[in-house]
Nanobody, 117 residues
Framework: VQLQASGGGLVQAGGSLRLSCAAS????????MGWYRQAPGKQRELVAG?????????AGSVKGRFTISRDNAKNTVYLYLQMNSLKPEDTAVYYC??????????WGKGTLVTVSS
């Protein structure tokens, strides 16, 4: 499975961004998908996850501000992260992730989100 993320950029605090991720290849084997982020000097952390059935979970720091969604097309799965009310502490490189049915974890190249105060 190949993952291609896009949508990062520079935004002022309080603004919004929408991240997108296109998954191609053996998409039938995708189970969980999620967005992770890694800020400078910090460990990568889960931002939001979504199951194939649409169940979602969020990090406490983004709950109520971010929304994860997933669109399962025939040969491509699209993953989105709508980010509202952005804060400077949301600044990080955001990574799209797919956990496959047989245990493999796939990662896309990160997309940088910078929130200015």
């Amino acid at each position: 499975v190949q993952l291609q993320a896009s949508g990062g950029g520079l935004v002022q605090a309080g603004g919004s961004l929408r991240l997108s991720c296109a998954a191609s290849g053996s998409v039938f084997s995708i189970n969980l998908m999620g967005w992770y982020r890694q800020a400078p000097g910090k460990q990568r952390e889960l931002v939001a996850g979504i199951t194939s059935g649409g169940y979602t979970n969020y990090a406490g720091s983004v709950k109520g501000r971010f929304t994860i969604s997933r669109d399962n097309a025939k040969n491509t799965v699209y993953l989105y992260l709508q980010m509202n009310s952005l804060k400077p502490e949301d600044t990080a490189v955001y990574y799209c992730n797919a956990d496959l049915l047989y245990g493999e974890r796939c990662w896309g190249k990160g997309t940088l989100v910078t929130v200015s105060s």
